[in-house]
């Protein structure tokens, strides 16, 4: 039975493992430098006559490792007062101005880097490659929002992502995208956060940040194609509510499945509603559900042939998808510098390009044998080959999950808040007439007690 | 799910518990233990220090992405002098290029297109060669004419008051030869060193 | 469910007109200062635009002005030219840095503008927001139906547009990187790959007569003359000649034998110093090249090397100093990945001049150098892998010394002595090496420092050669001296298995081409026996012109340098 008690008990367990082994000494990074035999063509000078002095080459230092764990206990702060002022203080005014806040700190000032939804590339790469150790504060980054998705449900996304925050703030004519569409439509956000995984995995690319559309603003420069990108989420994110949010963000993926689970989050308490239908049109983001109609009787058999059609189908989605992404491993292995750089050097090779790159010339001048190359870059797309058959079968897993679950006659008795899709905004609070009447107990009963 | 005809006991008649809900449960219970668990294992492999991005000089080849590539207008990169290396020539190839038309400091004559390597006179025959770090814009033309015919005491590097420390570096996706790589924050630089033999 | 979160008011609809007119105010300023703020962002971002624009195409049209300018003054040196650069020069160092500055400062308006815009349109969306009207609903049932038809559907184009992408990307052309690429046939530096003087291919003619001209597929002139041999890349075969005024390095076509190109070495030697009188017998171009495949590198008696690529472009040429060498400097090049290895024997023992040198193969300069206390030598370097540790194998009077790629040395053996010519080779696991006329030494080369004591396997004193070097397919290894007489040796222990008086001069160091050897006299008659351990001569060819080069082999064909022609002989097929 689950109890307030074991909660407590767990939680403390967890941080007592989390310190225990944060006291572990990191990994050593050996740094070799390679000590080239003298280039020096020309001896080095004699100063006899004006007492020159030899300067040395100015080495200013990087933001102090201090300010990392700085950022750490802001986004502490941060998660534990939004996930206060949403379920406890339930103030639309004060999300917002806690979304500010984080614009201004994680966004502008930080300049959007690193981000919750960047460190996920971060992870996958550290289980992957060896050579790479994963800083502690982007490790913390990662699980923290996660962890507290857990206990009070997406209070990340409602008030301390960055992102977020900046999309909220520009949303003015909230039009809503029809339920159909916004399934459909966030299959992307799944194919996106595979991808990510499966370039960070093959140490290939970090797609996330590459076309990250807000970067640009944050860091107030950047390349023109990132640039009009966000402008176009933004101007998207006037009327149609946190589009990047929805149906792109790979890390809200996750937040949706952990958010299905969390201990606390916004709900619609079915004993206090009385269904006055007020709160229907409030959510920009189709978070609150309806209660259903009842389904006719006729469709019964119907629905039931096609929900075990499915079912059966179920495997064969999820092989026929990974074979499909499979064929593309190919195109996505290209990603990654070193597959480019030996197709370039093979077609060098073969005589069928007669001019070199700046990658091939580096290349030839290395004098490395093109055997070593070949092997590297085959061994590369070997590894984009399985992680395509297995990206390939979490797509096709998703689709048929996706079907399966628009298959599945719900029947919804009460108001509800979508518990993957709520993102906590708290803007259907004030819609409430029982909120209101709460609002006003609280504030006669300041007042009484006075 | 399907309209269930059975009634569902309720809540109080099973001790506050039901499947649905004990289910739910302990998936969050996983849930949680797994976030415990990565955690751990991603804290053992984890470093205390950030890292940053730097450029082996001994790798750079010089192509002048550097100065196009940063994400930031002016450059992060910059040309740094290890005036260790410098032979203090009078007619540096770094900063007069190959075939100057004449050893004097005129536009025409350098090879800098910024006009951040200023030439100052020491004693004879030698002359000290500065970089001035608001002007240079990382092209890495003198690090080529250095390398090639110098010293090779020009290289270009990261200058870590500017570097956003990006968690993709555009530049070292740009790179040509691979010379980015990510080096512990505590020692951000890998100058070259002086190597007489 | 309906499109619109919040609608427009039914008309009519008030309350205390007075609350009304205030919030129409509060409105109206936020409203309008939205609207001047959007228009403030979008003048920012036309600037910005503009900005762009003359950073992207602007300036690089003006900086190649300023090239072009440049390009014209090296013909026509003219003040006003200068003055001109000099001022266009400093316009576009004033603009970049005035459009960065700019750049920056007006990306810090736009934020505020935004900002200003966000608010005051915030506030006045709270200002216009109405109360939800709930309607009545429609038909529930079906609506609800239908979302789950089109949710399903649009679903399954999701499903569809992966169908159609598998499509495109099955049909794009993959890369495979173990096709290899096709063979070509290389004998890069003297003796071929390696340096050992072998090669396993199995087409190699065996029958061709230089007075009928039958299984001669070409024959071309060289113009200068050298002793050194031909260098094979493919279609490409290279040589070098030279004389007292000129040194050439010359490219000819594989198939058809034309003089592609001819590359001149300039002579680099600083002003003053004395002419190298090389031997006659040695002559200018005794040293043979080397190359990577992609450029050809080549070394002369007067210390000049020179780099070409295949174009017959210079890439690089330097002098190394007028090597003090008795008969003229004859040592050919080797080559270890990106460096050029120069072995520069010269003068006595304790004059000190003797180097190993690494040149950089791309730009030319030295990367390292090593001391030897080795007077003059004629032998040429080879590089072998021991333990997958790369080593460079010297000779010399009286060490042989083995490298490591940096310049350091590995070990060293006492065992030669007299002028050294015949070149070391690997075979069975032994480096042997040559003392003219004396003896025969086999080294095991794994040992360190001095390995006089240790290493030495064997050595067979019955007699040696004093210029052609040795070669061996692992079990058996064959001598041949100046003289004609062809001797075979056990590899394990030394002992001589026969020997074979073929009565010509030899020069050219022979070959072991498959289970043949081609030995090619002073007179040009190829000789070609089967290594085995009884002597059976398999053929007999004659060239009708002297050869002092060792000859070049390749699949299919012989590369064979007379004194004055370069031959191919070929299997006509």
């Known amino acids: 039975m689950i109890r307030f008690g074991y909660i407590i008990i767990s939680i403390a367990f967890f941080l007592i493992v989390c310190g225990i082994t944060s006291s572990v000494p990191a990994a050593p990074m050996s740094r070799q430098l390679q000590a080239q035999a003298g280039v020096e063509r020309f001896p080095p000078p004699d100063f006899v006559e004006s007492g020159y002095e030899l300067p040395s080459p100015t080495t200013p230092h990087p933001r102090q490792n201090i300010y990392e764990y700085v950022d750490a206990v802001v986004l502490l702060a941060a998660l534990g007062l939004a996930s206060y002022l949403v379920l406890k203080k339930r103030s639309r005014r004060a999300i917002l101005t806690l979304s500010v806040f984080s614009l201004f700190y994680f966004g502008f000032w930080r300049k959007g880097c690193v981000c919750s939804i960047g460190a996920i590339q971060n992870i996958v790469l550290s289980i992957f490659d060896r050579d790479y150790a994963v800083p502690f504060v982007v490790v913390v980054f990662f699980l923290l929002p996660l962890v507290f998705t857990l206990f009070f449900g997406r209070t990340f996304c409602a008030a301390v992502c960055p992102l977020g925050a900046v999309q909220d703030l520009v949303l003015l004519r909230p039009v809503a995208v029809p339920s159909w569409l916004e399934s459909g439509l966030r299959l992307f956000a799944y194919a996106y956060l595979g991808a990510a995984v499966l370039f960070a995995a093959t140490g290939s690319a970090f797609i996330i940040c590459r076309y990250d559309p807000f970067i640009s603003f944050f860091r107030l420069s950047g390349s023109l194609n990132i640039l009009v990108l966000g402008g176009c989420f933004l101007l998207v994110g006037v009327f149609i509510g946190r589009p990047y949010c929805r149906f792109f963000c790979p890390y809200g993926v996750i937040l949706r499945q952990l958010s299905r689970l969390s201990k606390w989050r916004v709900s619609i308490t079915p004993d206090d509603c009385i269904k006055c239908r007020l709160c229907e049109d409030s959510c920009p983001f189709g978070a609150i559900k309806v209660p259903t109609a009842e389904w006719p009787a006729r469709d019964y058999d119907k629905s039931k042939k096609r929900l075990a059609l499915l079912l059966l189908l179920l495997p064969i989605l999820i092989l026929a998808c990974a074979w499909a992404v499979s064929t593309a491993s190919d195109l996505m292995s290209r990603t990654h510098p070193t597959v480019r750089l030996a197709d370039r050097i093979h077609l060098e090779e073969t005589g069928k390009e007669e001019e070199t790159t700046d990658a091939s010339a580096a290349f030839w001048a290395t004098g490395k044998d093109v055997r070593e190359l070949y092997a590297e870059a085959s061994n590369i797309q070997a590894a984009v080959k399985t992680g395509c058959w297995l990206l390939g079968g979490f797509l096709g897993l998703v689709i048929a999950l996706k079907l399966i679950g628009h298959s599945v006659r719900r029947t919804r008795i009460d108001y509800e808040a979508d518990r993957a899709g709520c993102l906590a905004c708290g803007r259907c609070f004030e819609y409430c007439p029982r909120e209101h009447v709460r609002l006003n107990k609280d504030k006669q009963a300041v007042g009484d007690g006075e | 799910m399907m309209a269930e005809n059975k009634r569902e006991p309720a809540l109080h008649e099973t001790n506050g518990i039901n499947r649905r809900h004990f289910l739910r449960d302990s998936i969050w219970g996983a849930c949680l233990a797994g976030l415990g668990g990565a955690a751990a294992f991603l804290s053992a492999k984890s470093r205390s220090q950030d890292t940053v991005w730097q450029i082996d000089p001994y790798v750079c080849v010089q192509c002048g992405n550097c100065a196009t590539y940063c994400v930031l207008e002016e450059s992060a990169v910059k040309c740094v002098h290890a005036y260790a290396m410098c032979g203090y020539c009078k007619i540096c190839f770094g900063f007069f290029g190959p075939e100057p038309f004449d050893i004097t400091e005129a536009a025409e004559n350098q090879l800098c297109p910024t006009g951040a390597i200023k030439r100052t006179f020491v004693e004879d025959p030698y002359y000290e060669y500065t970089i001035d770090e608001s002007l240079c814009m990382g092209c890495g033309k003198c690090v080529k004419g250095c390398n090639t015919f110098g010293n090779g005491s020009l290289f270009l590097q990261v200058r870590h008051d500017r570097c956003l420390n990006c968690n993709e570096c555009s530049i070292a996706a740009a790179c040509p030869s691979g010379a980015f790589k990510r080096v512990p924050a505590d020692r951000p630089y890998l100058l070259k060193m002086v190597e007489h033999a | ?573």
């Open chain 3, 1 to 573: 469910m309906k499109p619109r979160v919040a609608e427009s008011p039914a008309p009519g609809r008030n309350n205390d007109s007075v609350e009304v007119k205030t919030t129409n105010q509060w409105y109206q300023t936020a409203f309008w200062s939205a609207v001047v703020s959007a228009v403030f962002s979008l003048i920012v971002v036309g600037f910005l635009m503009v900005n762009y624009l003359q950073i992207k195409v602007f300036d690089p049209v003006r900086a190649e002005r300023l090239e072009l300018l440049k390009l014209k003054i090296i013909d026509h040196p003219d003040d006003v030219l200068f003055v001109q650069i000099r001022k266009l020069d400093l316009q576009i160092r004033q603009d970049r840095i005035r459009r960065q500055n700019f750049s920056y400062r007006a990306s810090f308006l736009l934020l505020g503008g935004l900002a200003v815009f966000v608010i005051s349109a915030k506030l006045a969306v709270t200002f216009k927001k109405k109360p939800p009207r709930p309607q009545p609903y429609p038909d529930r049932q079906k609506e609800q139906i239908r979302q789950a038809i089109q949710a399903r559907s649009t679903i399954t184009v999701g499903l569809a547009v992966l169908g159609a992408a598998v499509l495109f990307f099955a049909t794009r052309p993959v890369v495979d990187f173990s096709e290899e690429p096709p063979q070509k046939g290389v004998w890069p530096r003297f003796r071929g790959l390696g340096g050992l003087g072998i090669s396993a291919s199995t087409n190699v003619p065996d029958n061709w007569n230089g007075s009928t001209n039958e299984g001669i597929l070409w024959k071309s002139k060289v113009p200068l003359p050298g002793h050194n041999s031909p260098i094979v890349w493919g279609d490409r075969v290279f040589l070098s000649g030279a004389d007292a005024n000129e040194r050439q390095v010359y490219c000819f076509d594989a198939l058809s034998g034309k003089l592609l190109w001819r590359g001149n070495v300039p002579n680099l030697a600083p002003a003053g110093a004395e002419p190298v009188e090389p031997g006659e017998s040695t002559g200018f171009a005794a040293p043979t090249m080397v190359t990577d495949g992609r450029r050809v590198y080549a070394i002369f008696a007067t210390g000049d090397v020179g780099c070409f690529d295949f174009s017959g472009k210079t890439v690089w040429a330097r002098n190394l100093g007028s090597p003090d060498s008795a008969y003229g400097y004859a040592s050919s090049l080797a080559m270890y990945r990106d460096l050029l290895l120069v072995q520069y024997d010269q003068g006595a023992a304790e004059d000190e001049k003797s180097k190993l040198i690494a040149l950089n193969a791309f730009l030319g300069h030295t990367v390292w150098e090593t001391r030897r206390p080795i007077p003059n030598s004629w032998t040429s370097p080879i590089v072998i892998e021991v333990s997958s540790r790369h080593q460079i194998i010297t000779c010399g009077d009286p060490w042989v010394i083995a490298y490591d790629p940096n310049g350091a040395e590995l070990w060293r053996a006492d065992c030669l002595g007299a002028d050294v010519a015949p070149s070391p080779i690997y075979a069975g696991g032994l480096v042997f090496a040559i003392e003219p006329y004396t003896k025969l030494v086999a080294i095991k080369p794994d040992g360190r420092g001095d390995v006089t004591k240790t290493h030495i396997v064997w050595s067979n004193e019955e007699g040696a050669p004093d210029i052609c070097s040795p070669v061996s397919n692992g079990e058996l290894i064959f001598l041949l001296t100046t003289d004609g007489l062809l001797i075979c040796l056990q590899v394990t222990d030394g002992t001589k298995l026969w020997e074979e008086d073929l009565k010509e001069d030899f020069f050219a160091s022979p070959s072991l081409i498959g289970d043949r050897l081609y030995l090619l006299s002073q007179k040009g008659v190829m000789f070609i026996i089967e290594a085995a351990t009884e002597y059976k001569e398999l053929a007999r060819c004659e060239l009708r012109e002297d050869c002092h080069a060792s000859p070049a082999f390749v699949d299919g064909r012989i590369y064979i340098r007379g004194t004055k022609n370069l031959y191919c002989i070929g299997n006509l097929d």
